[in-house]
T-cell receptor
Framework: KQEVTQIPAALSVPEGENLVLNCSFT??????LQWFRQDPGKGLTSLLL?????REQTSGRLNASLDKSSGRSTLYIAASQPGDSATYLC?????????????FGQGTILTVHP | NAGVTQTPKFQVLKTGQSMTLQCAQD?????MYWYRQDPGMGLRLIYY???????DKGEVPNGYNVSRLNKREFSLRLESAAPSQTSVYFC?????????????FGPGTRLTVL
């Protein structure tokens, strides 16, 4: 059974700092790995999706990497801003017999203070 | 495009009451999903519908029923609510269920069972 673990559980940084969120997964037979952002009381917003054949994806100040062999993914946020404050979820996608199974990490709560 | 919409946003029930959570998507997706999110647990799949006319159990289906009313709508019913069902419920949709298609999430329904 796939397990996805995110470290740290919470992170508080001053504005402008570069930071890294970590995600590890136990089953490397994944199709892709996705990072979501969740704001308080809101749904999930997809940030980056890395296919299993890819090593990284970039969008603006965000860069996500994937190392299937070691079962790890990282989300790098450059020049953090207060608006980046949210919960970040790492989600693995594995193929199934009838549906693709998402396994969610418990999230990292990020607070960026001015 | 509204994407994935859910009603209601908030609901308080007494133990034993019943209710239906509604979900609709306007992206012409084939597959739809219901998740619950609990503190420290991540999101867990309750039921999914790979295509119109089919529904299947996910990881935590006990105490719930679903109906895929048409291609757009997928409802979740609690027949006799229990305090253990206090949670935030998310509906999601994707183009297909069994390949690596991105899932799009609704804003969630916060349910409290007293």
């Amino acid at each position: 059974k796939q397990e996805v673990t995110q470290i740290p559980a919470a992170l508080s940084v001053p504005e402008g700092e570069n930071l890294v969120l970590n995600c590890s997964f136990t089953d490397s037979a994944i199709y892709n790995l996705q990072w979501f952002r969740q704001d308080p009381g809101k749904g999930l917003t997809s940030l980056l999706l890395i296919q299993s054949s890819q090593r990284e994806q970039t969008s603006g100040r965000l860069n996500a990497s994937l190392d299937k062999s070691s079962g790890r993914s990282t989300l790098y946020i450059a020049a953090s801003q207060p608006g980046d404050s949210a919960t970040y979820l790492c989600v693995s996608f594995a193929g199934g017999t009838s549906y693709g199974k998402l396994t969610f990490g418990q999230g990292t709560i990020l607070t960026v203070h001015p | 495009n509204a994407g994935v919409t859910q009603t209601p946003k908030f609901q308080v029930l007494k133990t034993g009451q019943s209710m239906t959570l509604q979900c609709a998507q306007d992206m012409n997706h084939n597959s739809m999903y219901w998740y619950r999110q609990d503190p420290g647990m991540g999101l867990r799949l309750i039921y999914y519908s790979a295509s119109e006319g089919t529904t299947d159990k996910g990881e935590v289906p006990n105490g719930y029923n679903v109906s895929r009313l048409n291609k757009r709508e997928f409802s979740l019913r609690l027949e006799s609510a229990a305090p253990s069902q206090t949670s935030v419920y998310f509906c999601a949709s994707s183009e297909l269920a069994d390949s690596y298609n991105e899932q799009f999430f609704g804003p969630g329904t916060r349910l409290t069972v007293l």
